[in-house]
């Protein structure tokens, strides 16, 4: 079955591995599976399961469903003073292939104005993915 650490933790480790998302010191990307809406550190990438739940068309007649239906959102944030936006997109590219790895789609993508602190740029998308009883997730390669 599926475990959501697991998840978090292969698109994390991709963000962190990627040069391009490197922080002004030279160290990885922050991720964090917890919603701040002021990143200690940039670039960050909030990657959170927002929702996980039975598959209602599998449920059988003992109301039991070993398949789940789960959704992750994952937040960038840039506070370059150029190329802000094009690091968040390039960010949530690299997620989404990812997550492709695993076996989840992404169904939306959008920039976000953070209202909090324009300057930063923010990019939004989410991925979902169905899993069965005995369905495990794929290595990322």
């Not at 007649?61 to 960038?76: G, I, M, P, W, Y």
């Not at 104005?113 to 009883?133: C, L, V, W, Y």
């Amino acid at each position: 079955m599926y475990n959501k650490n697991a998840v978090y933790t292969a698109v994390a480790n991709t963000l962190r591995a990627d040069a391009r998302f490197n922080q002004s010191d030279g160290s990885a990307c922050f991720c964090t599976a917890e919603r701040n809406n002021a990143p200690s550190a940039f670039p960050c990438a909030w990657i959170v399961e927002i929702d996980a739940y039975p598959e209602t068309r599998y449920i059988d007649l003992a109301l039991t469903a070993d398949t789940k239906r789960s959704t992750f959102e994952v937040q960038c944030f840039s506070n370059l003073a150029s190329g802000a936006t094009s690091q968040t997109y390039n960010m949530i590219e690299a997620a989404t292939e990812a997550f492709r790895q695993l076996g989840y789609i992404r169904t939306m993508s959008e920039p976000m104005q953070n209202t909090m602190r324009p300057e930063i740029k923010r990019h939004i998308a989410r991925f979902s993915r169905t899993f069965g009883d005995d369905d495990t997730l794929p290595t990322i390669t």
